[in-house]
């Protein structure tokens, strides 16, 4: 019979009295947060019950009640229960109201059904009170494994002894009891040499520590080296272990420990001893001699042990798992030696943080000599855990592999739900007792943990590992159950169980296992489409044959499709969201040369049927299938299979693989790759890969420049821009490489391009430059560079602002020196004589800007001739702004250079004037701007005034005007700024328009914008809406709020007119409004109207925090004042309290202590109160392990302590139960954020 059946038998027998006494001995341990317990139902100094309603009660700190009742009567069983429960909320029974009562516990020593449990939970359906049960089976399963002291004392069952023992005994003990499976205590001390020192240092400084970390990282063992330590120089203390075995502990701690003495006491796995509170006891005891406790405990526990120890202040240390780094030095450091960082990946990966694992796959890999000798470990872990695998008793049945198994499958099994785990242990024929027993066992050897009601493997290494020995290569659990019974709802842990175990112990051991199985399956479910999608996708790497035709059939099925020519674009992110199910199950096969070459010609053949497909074909090869450092191992195959069958294609004229094959020699023919690979833990890592110039990888080149020499004429224009691809200037070249590309290069510059194309000769002139500047060199070279220059290409020369003289930009040490000479040669270059040089140097200069497609420096270049043209000849330059105008402005050019120089006579001016106002053109109105800025101060002319004002009158599209040059207009206009702001405003007004004022106009200008202040809110109003970072510092705005401060309250109206959901996400800095004078009133108006317009709901920092950041000295008082004031005015309105918090919170949280107190004294309406987010409405996001219950429940902490410190006495009772109620809320949020990472991930 096993422990838990015997303790059910204890449980089915027991007398009501005897049973009563057990469950209040239990509810106690388990609800350790009372403020009162009451046994109404027991008779005092007897185990006999009395008649009370309820059996039990305890009162909580909150003032709410958890209402306990009993049962043992079977034959009555639900009956009687209902019954129970009617009295628990009959009022007169009990006088206790409903809305006290939190909670109702029924303890029975029989089973319920769940129709019997809802029936129950029905009649609490109209309240709030929470029901619990537990029944026989829940009670047996708490007993077995968290209370076996109970099950002694009131079931007679024999305890395991109980030792407080030596470090030595310890150590013996721990080994012995772990049974080889954790790493033995006795093993050298490596890597923990910093953590070693904290250690040493926290103990001699305090003395109650506790060190915390994940199972398996070594805790222990820092913990006796570090006491070791301390011993070895305080020769005044002594040290002992508890080695806990579910005794009462205080008789051996008083035995052991001599009060004059003084010791350290070390307590292992913390979290495992229900008799803690017996150590903290002990711990408080009087004692004359100093006692250090030092406790390890894991860290989901840490809470529940912190709050234990949190009156002794303990120390707390975090203890992480050596990281892969530290991992990477001891494999790379003697006697290991290994410095392949191959070998280090696989290492890692294995180790997962275990050191000791660590240690035995590096001696494997010296040995091996070899990395593919780590792609099977099944030895090495065989060999890890020799002694739990042996055949020595225990474990002869293998029933505990078969439990590892299904538990590292589920990754997690809620063991105390008898009927979920039943089903799955009924369906390997494995008893659920037997079950429950083996994970206690396990539970011991810290092969698996046991919390929050489930039970994992705590380490994924050793999760992969039971996976593999008991469902492959034991076969002590059919996969084929497995697979039939939980594929379908369970299909990503298939993927994440026999993956790491294909990776780990080799794909043809776990291939031949599973194989029969997985085409048993497909050849049942291949009919359905979707399923079958589902599966291949997970088990394509097994089943390539099926795959393979079952791609083959749908194409088949699909109709032909004739196409000219075929699109191999996309945007970036374009297959991020949604991909097509063909080409993602056929893109698996990408990755690995078998089969490759079936799959690449299935996509094709795919893509030559769907070709809407074939830009995410492209990225999928480009994704998966570029040169990488595993290739090496294979000589780079994969790229050779697929432009194997790229090339024959081309030859073959085929039109769908001649597309791709232009398209992706773009990518190969690079040098280097950038690769982004999934790490472990939920990282990732990049890297650049550089193509080696080997042998392989220079036939792979050739046959690819081969193909475009042999195919250039058939395609000429693919074939050329191949070439300018291949040109692009990039930092990752390989000099090698590029060297011996270039011959070929040169054969097809010589035989296919002609100087008497500009593109060609720019190419060639491109291409020698870019292999002379990465020291690549051929002796065709200065013949090249000789024949490929014509009359166009020397134009470009001059034109072109990055080069002068053959000689690039970056080439020249001085910039301002290299502008200079730039601009002389321009300047020097282009002088015409007559207009047919005027219109040949313009279709040149617009045929080169729009093939080099270069804006800016183009259009300084033609500013630059025009001007020197002008200068020289003024008809001539003339002729070349009636050219440009002519044209409609197709080259975007607008006039400066030439402006600032020849509008400084009144003939010439006019003649510029009229032939711009003569015609309509792109880029009129910024010509006539230009004209403005630059027009010399002796022609300014009430003409030009007028013309201004049309010009702004008379623009359609988005333009900027800037101020400071037209200020000169204001001797003959002083109302033009006005006059001109004025037409801006109706001109946005009526048409929608975009005309921006500069950002500095309302700072800079404001004293010359008139008295108009409605005129001038509008602009401003307009001009906030049009640009975001409008008037950044606020000058602006001040300058208007000193004219009128209700302007404040209108602007930020405004703001609600484009703001949809709300203007809290501004940002804005409002500040300098407290450089107005009493600004206060519209303020206050001013928090009214967004209270109105936009609720508040505690989430991220609210908009009014704008007019309070990083004020100082008088500003910030009165700030200060105005929200006390505005407290005390608005208390009993939580809208607008709310707004003050969220203010202090944020922007001035010196002031939140004396906010809150201030309201407590104004009210203490506990439902006000509530409405406040006191604390906010969420938290941040934090790097690290962070719980943000714990987060809440300290905030809410640290409320509580500050209404502590109110005057107002008992009037805040209600508040701080409101208080208590948050922080006990906010625990058990804490709790379900440390069940949810229990059950998460490794």
């Known amino acids: 019979m096993s422990r838990l059946q015997a303790i059910e038998n204890g449980l089915s027998s027991i007398n009501q009295a005897a049973f009563q006494n057990l469950c209040d001995s239990f509810l106690t341990l388990r609800n350790s947060n009372y403020s009162s317990f009451s046994r109404t139902g027991s008779q005092t100094g007897k185990q006999k019950t009395i008649k009370g309603t309820p059996d039990t009660f305890l009162l909580l700190p909150n003032g709410k009640y958890i209402f306990v009742e009993y049962s043992t009567n079977v034959s009555a069983g639900v009956l009687k229960l209902q019954d129970d429960i009617k009295k628990c909320i009959d009022t007169k029974k009990t006088g206790i109201y409903l809305k006290q009562i939190s909670e109702i516990i029924l303890c029975v020593n029989f089973n319920l059904s769940t129709d019997e449990i809802q029936r129950l939970k029905d009649l609490l359906v109209n309240t709030r009170i929470l029901l619990t049960v537990y029944t026989l089976d829940a009670l047996a399963i708490e007993l077995h494994l968290n209370h076996r002291d109970l099950t002694h004392e009131y079931l007679g069952l024999p305890l395991d002894t109980g030792q407080i023992v030596s470090i030595d005994k310890f150590i013996d003990e721990y080994g012995r009891v772990s049974k080889g499976i954790a790493t033995p205590l006795s093993n050298t001390f490596l890597h923990r040499e910093k953590e070693l020192q904290e250690l040493k240092q926290t103990i001699s400084q305090n003395d109650f520590i506790i060190l915390t970390g994940a199972p398996g990282i070594g805790k222990t063992k820092l913990a006796l080296e570090g006491i070791k330590s301390f011993l070895s120089e305080n020769l005044s203390y002594g040290a002992y272990c508890v080695s806990y075995k579910h005794h009462t502990l205080l008789d051996d701690l008083y035995q052991y420990f001599d009060v004059d003495k003084d010791y350290i006491l070390f307590v292992d796995d913390a979290n495992r001893i229900d008799a803690f509170n017996q150590i903290t006891g002990f711990y408080k005891s009087s004692r004359k001699g100093k006692l250090k406790v030092i406790i390890t405990v894991r860290d989901y526990a840490f809470q529940d042990i912190g709050i234990h120890c949190q009156e002794f202040s303990p120390q707390r240390i975090d203890l992480e798992k050596l990281t892969d780094e530290q991992i990477i030095e001891i494999i790379k450091a003697s006697p290991f030696n290994i410095l392949n960082s191959t070998y280090h990946k696989e290492i890692v990966r294995i180790a997962d943080g275990n050191p000791r694992l660590a240690i035995m796959t590096a001696l494997l890999a010296k040995a091996k000599q070899d990395v593919y000798a780590l792609y099977d470990v099944t030895d ?447 300047r020097s270059s282009f002088i015409f004589n007559d207009k047919e040089q005027v219109i040949q140097f313009y279709n040149t200069f617009v045929y080169l800007k729009k093939l080099t497609k270069n804006e800016w420096n183009y259009t300084t270049t033609l500013d630059h001739v025009i001007d020197e043209n002008c200068t020289k000849n003024f008809q001539i330059g003339f002729e070349l702004f009636r050219v440009v105008i002519e044209n409609n402005n197709e080259i975007n050019y607008v006039p400066r250079e030439v402006f600032k120089n020849h509008l400084k006579e009144s003939q010439n001016a006019e003649i510029i004037w009229n032939i711009i ?280 902490r640290n409320i509580l302590s500050i209404v502590e410190r109110s005057e107002v006495g008992i009037k805040l009772i209600p508040i701080k139960r409101y208080i208590n109620d948050k922080i006990e809320h906010s625990l058990k949020q804490a709790d379900w954020e440390r069940e949810r990472r229990f059950l998460e991930r490794y």
Not at 398 to 424: A, D, M, Q, V
Not at 485 to 505: C, G, L, M, Q
Not at 1094 to 1108: L, M
Not at 1165 to 1190: C, E, L, Q, T
């Open 380 to 826: 090495l872990f065989e060999n890890y855990f020799t002694t739990f695998i042996a055949d020595d008793g225990e474990f002869a049945n293998n029933f505990n592999i078969k439990c590892l198994g299904l538990i590292s499958f589920f990754y997690t099994i809620p063991y105390k739900n008898r009927e979920i785990t039943s089903s799955i242990l009924n369906n390997f024929s494995l008893d659920y007792s037997a079950f429950i027993d083996a994970i206690d066992r396990l539970d011991k050897l810290e092969l698996v943990e046991i919390q929050f009601e489930h039970v994992k493997i705590p380490e994924q290494n050793l999760s992969t590992f039971f996976f593999y020995k008991a469902f492959i290569k034991d076969n002590l659990l059919s996969f084929e159950v497995l697979l039939n019974k939980y594929f379908e709802n369970n299909t990503s842990r298939f993927r994440d169980s026999v993956i790491p175990a294909n990776n780990t112990f080799g794909y043809p051991k776990v291939m031949e296992e599973l194989k029969p199985s997985l085409q048993s399956y497909w050849n049942t479910n291949k009919i359905d489409e979707e399923k079958a999608y589902r599966f291949l996708n997970t088990f394509w790497f097994y089943l390539p044959d099926e795959t393979l035709e079952f791609v083959y059939e749908l194409i088949q099925s699909l109709p032909e499709k004739e196409m000219n020519t075929y699109n191999v674009t996309y945007e970036n992110n374009a297959f991020s969201y949604k991909t097509n199910n063909v080409i993602k199950l056929i893109g698996e096969f990408f990755h690995y040369p078998h089969k490759l070459k079936d799959a690449l010609q299935l996509a094709f053949e795919y893509t030559r049927k769907e070709p809407e497909h074939l830009p995410e074909l492209i990225h999928k090869i480009r994704e998966n299938m570029t040169f990488d450092r595993d290739d090496e191992q294979t000589n780079f195959t994969r790229q050779t299979a697929l432009f194997q069958i790229l090339i024959n294609g081309l030859n073959a004229k085929d039109k769908l693989l001649s597309t791709v094959f232009y398209e992706l020699a773009k990518t190969f023919l690079g040098f280097s790759f950038h690769h982004t690979k999934n790490g472990r833990k939920m990282s990732f890592y990049m890297y650049h890969y550089h193509v080696p110039n080997i042998p392989i990888i220079q036939l792979f080149r050739k046959n690819v420049w081969d193909a475009i020499q042999i195919n250039f004429q058939i395609n000429p224009s693919k074939s050329f821009e191949l070439l300018q691809t291949y040109c692009h200037v990039h930092p990752d070249v390989s000099k090698d490489v590029m060297q011996y590309d270039i011959q070929m290069l040169v054969e097809i510059i010589q035989q296919q391009l002609t100087p008497n194309s500009f593109e060609h000769c720019k190419y060639v002139q491109d291409q020698v430059r870019w292999c002379k500047r990465n020291s690549v060199f051929h002796s065709s070279f200065p013949e090249l560079l000789n024949k490929f220059r014509n009359s166009i290409y020397e134009t470009f020369l001059k034109i072109d602002w990055d080069r002068f003289r053959d000689k690039e930009i970056y080439e020249f040490d001085d910039h301002r020196e290299y502008e200079k000479l730039k601009e002389a040669e321009i």
């Open 917 to 1196: 106002e003569q015609n309509n053109f792109v880029q009129k109105p910024l010509w006539e701007l230009s004209f403005y800025d630059y027009l010399d101060d002796s022609l300014l002319t009430l003409k030009y005034v007028q013309s201004l004002m049309n010009t702004v009158s008379s623009m359609n599209d988005s333009y900027t005007i800037h101020f400071d040059k037209l200020k000169r207009f204001l001797v003959i206009e002083p109302k033009l700024f006005q006059i001109i702001l004025k037409t801006i405003v109706e001109k946005n007004e009526k048409d929608r328009g975009k005309i921006n004022v500069w950002i500095n106009f309302f700072s800079e200008y404001f004293d010359l914008l008139g008295d108009d202040i409605e005129l001038i809110k509008k602009a401003y109003i307009q001009q906030d809406k049009i640009h975001n970072h409008f008037d950044f510092e606020g000058k602006g705005m001040l300058n208007i709020l000193k004219k009128d401060s209700n302007f404040l309250l209108e602007y930020i109206n405004s703001l609600y007119d484009v703001k949809q959901f709300g203007i809290s996400s501004d940002h804005k800095r409002l500040e300098f409004v407290w450089q107005v004078e009493e600004i206060e009133n519209v303020l206050v108006k001013t928090f009214n109207l967004i209270i109105k317009k936009e609720p508040y709901f505690g989430i991220g920092e609210h908009f009014c925090n704008a007019f309070f950041r990083n004020l100082q000295g008088e500003q910030k008082e009165r700030a200060i004042q105005f929200l006390y004031n505005y407290l005390k005015t608005n208390y009993t309105s939580s809208e607008k309290i709310n707004i003050v918090v969220d203010i202090v919170r944020h922007s001035m949280r010196e002031s939140f202590n004396d906010i809150l107190l201030l309201f407590l004294t104004l009210t203490q309406d506990k439902d006000v109160f509530a409405k406040i987010w006191w604390r906010g409405n969420g938290g941040s996001v934090h790097s690290g392990d962070v719980n943000f219950g714990d987060l809440e429940a300290a905030d809410w």
